[in-house]
């Protein structure tokens, strides 16, 4: 594990940050779009947007990592983050188009990247474990966001915010300089980055069963994930009659059981369950989670609340580092960065069309309820896919 420390410091930094970047938005929902002038369903498509330019970048980020190291290519993503959040700053709807767009080609190559970095320095008996620790960057990201925004809008308001997180993802990127000779010393210029690489990715999850089954199951899941948490502050204050401080604390809450259930899951997959096992019974903690989601009212005491929210966090957050643990071991020896950037871009289809489905499914019966009663159908349909192809994942 020492030699793992570095590159799992610094790339679970950068993958708070980036996920920072992304949520920032909706959790400021209810506030921004009323300035905006638009509903704050249509957050959705924002999220929509955001993984469109993810799923793009995430596709050609196992050539540039080749060819400019992974710390490169995060700094690429850190400061694409920083300049769309400022564009979304900006209360014009195609201005915030433009930045949700430029926040997805930032945050898309984090993953690749620090799979690539942890893929050589973390030995096959752990990486479940050790992917799962950085993979908390994610949800922590949310609990950054969910507890620091909406304070930071009391204080200012909700452009200042959007520039402060801009702000911290310059600075992480200036830092990250002083390790890239280090880190990046792999890097092999010569190799070329092409537009025609876009398709290798895909080809290579395609041609491999065990990453085809993963992609799929992350197709799904992701559609759970990004709606959970792109749409829980709206749903608190509109439905719940929560607070915009009180819902985006709850949304904290929900984001650390993330962080907590992706190293617990990662350290049960390696020692007890296995991938195949530990996704499955995660899909069917999503799925009862989902609907119970859908059952709150404003009458039930916040602790009940929160409980079923920590539970539905830790699963619905929680499955990330055991899949891309899995992805790093199916992936060919050295094209860890090109299997990942390949299922990612499944991974981030589902959230392209999951959040925009979602909210299109609580406008049609005018309530977020239905919704998250909805959501229970991809996780059955995982859980599915999993027993029916158990061979296809180490058990």
């Known amino acids: 594990m020492k030699n793992t420390l570095l590159p799992l410091s610094l790339t679970l930094t950068i993958q708070s940050l980036v996920a920072m970047a992304l949520l920032t938005l909706p959790v400021m929902a209810p506030v921004a779009a009323q300035q905006v002038g638009i509903s704050p369903t249509y957050v959705g498509l924002y999220v929509a947007l955001v993984y ?28 694409l983050c920083a300049l769309g ?5 900006v209360p014009s709807l195609p201005v915030i188009v433009l930045g949700a767009l430029l926040i997805g080609l930032g945050y898309g190559p984090a993953t690749p990247a620090s799979s690539h970095l942890l893929a050589r320095s973390t030995s096959p008996a752990n990486m479940s474990l050790v992917f799962s620790l950085k993979q908390t960057g994610v949800p922590l990201g949310g609990v950054l966001a969910g507890a620091l925004v909406p304070g930071l809008m009391l204080l200012t308001n909700w452009q200042a915010a959007l520039l402060i997180v801009a702000g911290a993802c310059v600075l992480c990127a200036g830092l990250s300089q002083s390790l890239r000779a280090e880190l990046d010393a792999d890097r092999d210029e010569t190799r070329p980055v092409r537009l025609g690489n876009l398709a290798q990715p895909i080809r290579l999850v ?22 959970l948490v792109t749409y829980l502050v709206s749903y608190l204050y509109d439905t719940l009659s929560y607070g915009l401080v009180a819902a985006g604390f709850t949304l904290s809450l929900t984001q650390a059981a993330g962080v907590t259930g992706r190293v617990v899951w990662g350290w049960i997959a390696d020692r007890y369950l296995g991938a195949r ?17 859908a059952l709150l009212t404003p009458l039930m005491p916040a602790w009940s609340v929160w ?21 790093a071991r199916q992936a060919p020896l050295g094209q860890a960065s090109l299997a990942t950037g390949g299922t990612l871009s499944f991974t981030f289809l589902g959230v392209v069309i999951g959040p925009p489905l979602f909210g299109a499914v609580a406008g049609m019966f005018g309530s977020y309820r239905a919704g998250y009663a909805a959501l229970a159908l991809p996780t059955l349909a995982c859980c599915v896919l999993l027993l029916r192809r158990r061979s296809a994942l180490s058990s």
């Open 52 to 79: 469109v330019g993810a799923m793009l970048a995430s596709l050609s980020s196992g050539a540039a990592v080749a060819h400019y190291g992974a710390i490169r290519v995060s700094q690429f993503g850190l400061l």
């Open 277 to 293: 096992r530990m996704l499955i019974a995660l899909g069917a903690v999503m799925g009862l989670c989902s609907l119970v989601t």
């Open 85 to 89: 959040l400022a564009l979304c700053a």
């Open 206 to 227: 395609l041609r491999i069963e065990g990453l085809r089954l993963l992609a799929l199951c992350s197709f799904f899941f992701s559609i759970v994930q990004l709606s």
């Open 307 to 327: 409980l079923v929210l920590i539970l539905f966090g830790a699963s619905a957050i929680g499955w990330n580092g055991v899949y891309l643990a899995e992805v």
